[in-house]
């Protein structure tokens, strides 16, 4: 008989949560303006907001913590970070930095300008930010699967090569600062690329003369991926598969708050030395000193430990695997969700769960204020409201899918809440028919109106 996984630690420190009653949690919600980021997390019971700095770092991290050198200049902690970083990645030239958004502003300071295009597969609010910020535009050249939630596909984060050839084609390479490949595809779903589509596009890259970066937060859960669904590289380690990936990217960004299982921290690396030294500008600019770039040595230490034991297979198998486990419970209870399910995060689709209310309610923010008054649940709307108004016409932008968020800490639920958060969507469900009305915004900022938005119930 095949053994089943479990996790590959032990409970060391505990931190309490609370449970609140659901008159309570009207009420507070309703003060928040039903808005989730509004909410107090101690009146929150279990926390799904994001993955993002939010993990349980192991007792060696915490030791490593106690050593940090918090020297200015040379830090024994920057060495073992630029270690950690030749070791898993193979990159020589590397520069810390605050957390990944600021890894992608120190980057394409140094690469992207005005008028420029960076094509990728459906690149990440900040990166996509950043390219914007700088009047340059993200082309989006994902599979056409990625976007239908109900087909299956190994690896709905792969780049369509096509799409790709033709921007290539269209753009003189002066224009075309960089290829972006996000491992794993956060805007797609936590949906991993195979190192087959790595090899296609490095392959046409390097015909075009571009140089490939990988957005690299979740690069860890993109190699289990690999492992366990292409067949090269079963007998593969984990570690061994992130070699083989990175092989084919000139460079990383990081946000080490996913796959580093750190509260805070990021970083560049990159083969060139030419753009190192361009880089270190603006990290010198922007973040700090070449090596520290805004972290502190007991950080990087946690950080470097941090990358050895997030490409560990039995960490990952218990990770990816609870939040499978999640998301298979939720299907038996017939919960509509994104599929396949991704590496960090289920994404339900509110569409077909409340298919009574009209877009104009905000359906997905609908069912996630829902989660939190029934349960105690924070997830996230990835929806209309996410979506912003149009710049020009001002009117509301109306995405495709209308997804809620629950993304699964690393290390920290057991699967004991993961059975919680499915009976609890399970009764909403039950009951769907009942929701009459979804909600209305009473006032929003012009931009990223997400995190500050307030509501009404209609
Ligand atoms: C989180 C994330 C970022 C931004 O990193 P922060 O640490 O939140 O600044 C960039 N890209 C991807 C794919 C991410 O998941």
């Known amino acids: 008989m095949k053994l089943p996984y479990a996790e590959p630690y032990?409970?060391?420190?505990?931190?309490?949560?609370?449970?609140?009653?659901?008159?309570?949690?009207?009420?507070?919600?309703?003060?928040?303006?039903?808005?989730?980021?509004?909410?107090?997390?101690?009146?929150?019971?279990?926390?799904l907001l994001t993955d993002s700095g939010t993990g349980a770092m192991s007792d060696v991290q915490w030791s490593e913590m106690m050593l940090g050198d918090e020297s200015y200049a040379g830090a024994t902690s920057f060495y073992k970070m630029k270690a950690a970083i030749k070791k898993i990645f193979n990159f020589d030239y590397f520069l810390p930095t605050h957390q990944g958004r600021a890894a992608e502003n120190v980057l394409f300071s140094a690469t992207v300008k005005a008028g420029d295009v960076v094509p990728g597969n459906s690149h990440f609010d900040t990166t996509k930010g950043h390219i914007e910020f700088r009047a340059a535009k993200a082309i989006d050249c994902t599979i056409d699967e990625a976007f239908n939630t109900t087909v299956l596909h190994p690896f709905k984060g792969?780049?369509?090569?096509?799409?790709?050839?033709?921007?290539?084609?269209?753009y003189p390479k002066e224009k075309i600062p960089m290829i972006i490949v996000t491992i794993t595809c956060n805007s797609s779903g936590g949906q991993p690329v195979s190192i087959q589509n790595m090899r296609d596009v490095k392959a046409l890259a390097e015909k075009y003369e571009i140089p490939v970066f990988y957005d690299s937060a979740r690069f860890a859960e993109n190699a289990y991926f690999i492992k366990l669904r292409e067949s090269e590289f079963k007998d593969f380690t984990i570690k061994e598969i992130v070699l083989e990936m990175f092989k084919y990217s000139d460079g990383m960004t990081m946000s080490s708050k996913k796959d580093a299982i750190v509260n805070m921290g990021g970083f560049i690396a990159m083969?060139?030395?030419?753009?190192?030294?361009?880089?270190?500008?603006f990290n010198i600019i922007f973040e700090g000193y070449v090596t520290y770039g805004g972290?502190?040595?007991?950080?990087?230490?946690?950080?470097?430990q941090g990358l050895d034991e997030a490409t560990e297979f039995d960490y990952l198998e218990a990770r990816v695997g609870q939040v499978q486990y999640l998301g298979e419970k939720c299907k038996k209870y017939?919960?509509?969700?994104?599929?396949?399910?991704?590496g960090h995060a289920i994404f339900i689709d509110a569409k077909r769960f409340l298919p009574q209310i009209p877009k104009e309610e905000y359906i997905a923010q609908t069912v996630a204020v829902e989660l939190y008054i029934v349960g105690g649940i924070r997830g996230v709307e990835i929806g209309t409201i996410l979506a912003d108004r149009d710049p020009d016409t001002r009117e509301n932008r109306y995405p495709e899918l209308e997804l809620v968020r629950l993304a699964i800490p690393r290390r920290t639920y057991t699967n004991n809440h993961m059975d919680y958060v499915a009976a609890v969507m399970k009764t909403i469900f039950n009951t769907r028919h009942e929701a009459k009305k979804g909600l209305r915004i009473v006032e929003e900022a012009?931009?990223?109106r997400h995190f500050t938005v307030k509501l009404e119930k209609l």
Do not use: C
């Open 10 to 47: 032990k409970i060391k420190m505990v931190e309490k949560i609370h449970r609140s009653t659901q008159q309570q949690r009207e009420k507070w919600i309703k003060e928040a303006n039903y808005n989730l980021f509004n909410l107090r997390s101690e009146h929150v019971f279990i926390d």
């Open 271 to 281: 083969h060139n030395k030419e753009l190192y030294k361009e880089a270190s500008m």
């Open 446 to 448: 012009p931009i990223m």
């Open 334 to 342: 017939g919960i509509p969700l994104q599929q396949p399910i991704g």
């Open 158 to 170: 792969n780049l369509d090569l096509q799409k790709l050839e033709a921007v290539l084609e269209e």
């Open 295 to 304: 972290m502190s040595g007991r950080d990087m230490n946690a950080l470097a």
